[in-house]
């Protein structure tokens, strides 16, 4: 009992618990081929574009803040790199600029209102949600005439944004995992991801210990901001076009990953190890039930239930931890 | 024989908010190895006071000085470099952080170099549970354990072990006792003399007549936003104090009013 | 020269008082965003298919806005809305046009399904300490699962068809005089009802409480448990009344119909003047926010621009109306210190 106490207090434990949870369930249920579905690419896809958005939005949300604005930023960085390098036809590293700039610009925005006004971040980013769309929307058809635009992006470019390794797996993946390598760093063993925890606790001692919490507030939603437009930039490459559409589900998807994994909404608990697992906990809800005998038409259902069995775990390892911090006496 | 100069003095400070005057005239001293309480019923102006002092506001007249020398702060970090540490009444520790984590906020200590700084978690444990326990707080052992499992007096010994460790010569306590029970009160009052005994200036501010004579040198009690009494321990009976602090009428006035 | 009279001088500051009311900020608003299009669309705007288009439009955001801004005041979100719409809509469509019960069947069922929803999510938040956020989120996966996974299973497909009985279609679903939504005049007596709980009803001041501080009100006597379920139970029957609406008015319902009210009911909330933290908000403004999002949302048809920057404008808008909610705030403050 001793050995596992201290792992349950991590916040990544419901997450692990869920995974298994929902692993066992496909196949006690679902009829599950393990060794197809660990072979197949269609979840481990879904969930390298989610994941590298969930990193940045839950350490933002450990820092006591919420983004949902990335929901129209991920087109915003396909149709930004498609129209600058697919209809103007310019060198694609300059469509690659504009997708980043884009999120530069938004996540500024964002952080500068957050920090100027008394303004909650939540109605912050759905009034950037919602302008967004509509700069989005209205940008294409001014400049294109067309709500999708084509994109012939350069080999080399492809290679390293837009392959699929073996055919099926998208070279994502592995910007995934590097991102949630650097993520892991800086949260967890350097003094940077301190500070994010120490803000999200009290924000105003955070303040009065020294911490830049404003700096750090405007980094946060810059990155969360940029990483979706990163991941839009990757898809335009990958498919070759990009649709003005597209983007409000994963506000949702994100956060059930990123609760899920352990974070809590008032900010200041929360690991990258457990944001990780709790996307692949859900892309493997949504996308492995294909490959299970129950009808897919369930799967929002088991997000649903997944979502509040997890969080009543998380709350409850977490009463733990703080309970199990007194020693015997 | 001069005195030395007491470590911390306000000056006929004033402090208003455009045409709210909130604080009027205010004159104090701490010495070295004193405590002064500062007594005052809610609306008194304390906060304000503890604000001024711990650099959120700046005075609109008047002065601050440490050791003589006279103070400008613009904001918080400045007064805590300076040694002015400030332990508000509901934490100011990250109750979801390690005791470690939540220790060194703010400064961690690292190891490594360049972009590859590593927080020291050895290290800051081992510092964080040594100031705490060279407190007398023995229960703590693992700096890991969350601060949220702490008691309330064992959190407020943790701030105030935090404030000594980095060096403060002041330290003002915004009610330290208010949400505490008898037996976590003692324990923070008598980290209070403990503190003394290092040789800082302590501040202690509290609406609790009993707490205060338990560690107080020296008392002053402010009635909307003034000065009302400024007195030796000793010089004053616990009745006249908590009269002072009704804002100066005596019980017996008190009832005549109500119409006993 | 006479000096003022008392009278003139009480109606001075009565007016002036009128004027720092958070409501007057989103009033004034709505004129200038009402303005702005009329004059853009011209006679058309000014004329029934300009108001016709709008109220529409404001009726079935307003009456899922009310009870999510009553929510709100005290403290909560609900996401799920989203889903018990298209899931009520269905509801009456499988009971009474796929399996041809009577309509009134259906709508019950419709209705009956939002009340259930709002009772669990109700539940769910006053008996675990998670936020509402993520609650309602959850409840809204699990309705849009259920929702999608029942209708395949029954109608075999993501839409279902039905013919309302007359009685039903006239009340519930019709055009008057060809334009306007019969949806508008129920709107007016949610209104109503919802005013009178808030403002005039002892209740009302519990809602505040609530969204004030929890604590304080439970510790005051106030049954905080009961009134939050008994909000998310209006909020989930108000969504479903909606769903049925629709689905009479248009004969028809689907699967995918309803996520635009999860943040637009939000909007006219916080437009209105509801703070996102609680405590503070009113139906008036929640009416005056819902008009005026309506107004940008149509208006933008009728106006020869762009549809699409109406979201631009609207994002806008959010920001100014919360800004300038806030700045009313501080200025009564200020003013209210001043006076002691």
């Not at chain 3, 404001?58 to 809305?81: H, K, Q, W, Y």
Request: include cysteine.
């Amino acid at each position: 009992m001793h050995l596992i106490a201290p792992l349950l207090r991590r916040p990544a434990a419901a997450a692990v618990l869920s995974l298994f949870g929902i692993l066992i369930f496909y196949v006690v249920f679902g009829g599950v081929n393990l060794g197809t579905l660990a072979g197949a690419a269609s979840w481990l896809n879904f969930a390298a574009n989610l994941g590298i958005v969930a990193i940045p939005v839950g350490l933002l949300m450990i820092s006591g803040e919420i983004d949902i604005s990335i929901g129209a930023m991920i087109p915003a960085g396909s149709m930004t790199t498609a129209i600058i390098s697919g209809y103007y036809e310019l060198p694609i590293f300059f469509g690659m600029l504009g997708a980043i700039g884009v999120g530069v610009i938004v996540g500024t925005i964002n952080g500068l209102l957050a920090i100027r006004t008394t303004v909650p971040s939540l109605i912050i980013t759905l009034g950037t949600l919602v302008a967004m769309q509509g700069i989005i929307l209205s940008a294409s058809k001014l400049l294109t005439g067309e709500a999708s635009v084509a994109i012939t992006a350069p080999d080399w470019s492809k290679f390293i944004f837009g392959q699929l390794i073996g055919g099926s797996h998208q070279v994502i993946i592995v910007w995934w995992v590097a991102i949630a390598a650097i993520f892991w760093f800086v949260a967890h063993q350097s003094r940077y991801g301190n500070w994010i925890f120490a803000m999200g606790g009290d924000r105003e001692s955070a303040r009065n210990a020294g911490i830049p919490v404003d700096r750090m507030t405007i980094i946060l939603f810059i990155l969360t901001a940029t990483s979706a437009s990163f991941v839009g930039m990757c898809q335009a490459i990958l498919f070759n076009s990009a649709q003005v559409s597209g983007g409000m589900n994963i506000i949702f998807n994100v956060i059930v990953s990123v609760v899920v994994g352990g974070v809590i909404l008032t900010g200041g608990f929360g690991s990258v190890i457990g944001i990780v697992i709790g996307t692949l906990t859900f892309a493997i809800v949504s996308q492995g039930i294909y490959f299970t005998q129950i009808d897919r038409n369930w799967s929002n259902l088991i997000i649903g239930a997944m979502l509040l069995i997890a969080v009543l775990m998380n709350d409850t390892f977490r009463k733990l931890a703080t309970i199990g911090s007194l020693s015997k006496k | 024989m001069s005195q030395p100069a007491p470590v911390i003095e306000l000056r006929d400070v004033n402090k208003s908010f455009g045409p709210i005057d909130v604080l009027h005239d205010i004159s104090l001293k701490v010495n070295k190895g004193e405590v002064l309480c500062l007594l005052g019923d809610n609306g008194a102006g304390k906060s304000t006071l503890i604000k001024t002092l711990a650099g959120v506001h700046k005075p609109t007249s008047g002065e601050i000085l440490l050791d003589g020398n006279r103070l400008s702060f613009d904001r918080p970090k400045d007064a805590q470099d300076i040694g002015i540490a400030t332990v508000h009444q509901f934490g100011g520790t990250f109750p979801l952080m390690s005791i470690g984590r939540s220790f060194f906020a703010g400064v961690e200590p690292t190891k490594g170099f360049g972009p590859f700084k590593v927080y020291d978690r050895a290290r800051a444990n081992q510092i964080a549970v040594k100031a705490v326990q060279d407190f007398g707080i023995t229960r703590i052992d693992d700096g890991d354990r969350l601060v949220g499992g702490l008691s309330g007096g064992e959190r407020q010994s943790l701030a105030i072990a935090r404030a000594v460790h980095f060096g403060a010569r002041v330290l003002i306590l915004d009610e330290p006792t208010a949400a505490l029970g008898v037996k976590q009160a003692a324990h923070v009052l008598r980290i209070v003399n403990e503190a003394k005994k290092r040789g800082l200036a302590v501040i202690f501010i509290t609406h609790q007549v009993m707490h205060a004579m338990a560690v107080g040198d020296h008392f002053a009690v402010l009635i909307r936003g003034a000065i009302a009494a400024d007195f030796r321990k000793g010089e004053k009976s616990r009745e006249e104090i908590a009269d002072l602090m009704a804002g100066g009428e005596s019980m017996a006035e008190l009832e005549a009013n109500i119409g006993n | 020269m006479a000096p003022k009279s008392p009278n003139s001088r009480a109606r001075a500051s009565k007016l002036g008082a009128l004027a720092r009311r958070p409501e007057a900020g989103t009033f004034l608003g709505m004129l200038v965003v009402y303005v702005f299009f009329a004059t853009l669309g011209g006679a058309v705007f000014l004329g029934a298919p300009g108001w016709s288009s709008f109220l529409n439009m404001a009726a079935e955001v307003g009456i899922i806005a009310l009870p999510v801004g009553l929510l709100m005041i005290a403290g909560e979100l609900d996401i799920s809305v989203g889903a018990v719409l298209p899931a009520s809509s269905l509801t009456v469509a499988i009971i009474s046009g796929h399996y041809d019960l009577p309509t009134h069947y259906g709508i019950f069922g419709g209705l009956f399904v939002g009340l259930l929803v709002g009772f669990v999510n109700g539940f769910l938040v006053t008996r675990t300490t998670i936020p509402s956020l993520i609650i309602t989120i959850g409840t809204m996966f699990g309705v849009m699962g259920l929702t999608l996974g029942l209708t395949v299973l029954i109608a075999g497909s993501t839409g279902v068809f039905m013919t309302p009985d007359p009685m039903a279609r006239t009340l519930l679903g019709q055009f008057i005089g060809g334009m306007f939504q019969v949806t508008i005049f129920w709107w007016a007596g949610f209104i109503a009802v919802v005013y009178y709980v808030l403002h005039i009803s002892p209740w009302g001041n519990w809602i505040f409480a609530l969204g004030g501080d929890r604590e304080s009100a439970r510790n005051a006597g106030i049954p905080t448990q009961r009134v939050t379920v008994a909000l998310y139970m209006s909020s989930g029957f108000a969504a479903a009344f909606v769903g049925v609406a629709q689905v009479l008015t248009f004969q028809s319902a689907q699967v995918a119909a309803g996520q635009a009210f999860i943040f637009n009911s939000i909007m006219c909330a916080v437009i209105g003047g509801v703070l996102l933290t609680g405590g503070a908000g009113s139906v008036i403004g929640i009416v005056l926010g819902t008009l005026t999002f309506a107004i940008v949302n149509q208006g933008i048809f009728f106006s020869g621009l762009d549809p699409n920057y109406g979201s631009v404008i609207i994002g806008a808008l959010l920001l100014a109306a919360v800004l300038s909610n806030d700045g009313f705030r501080t200025l009564a403050m200020r003013y209210a210190a001043k006076k002691t």
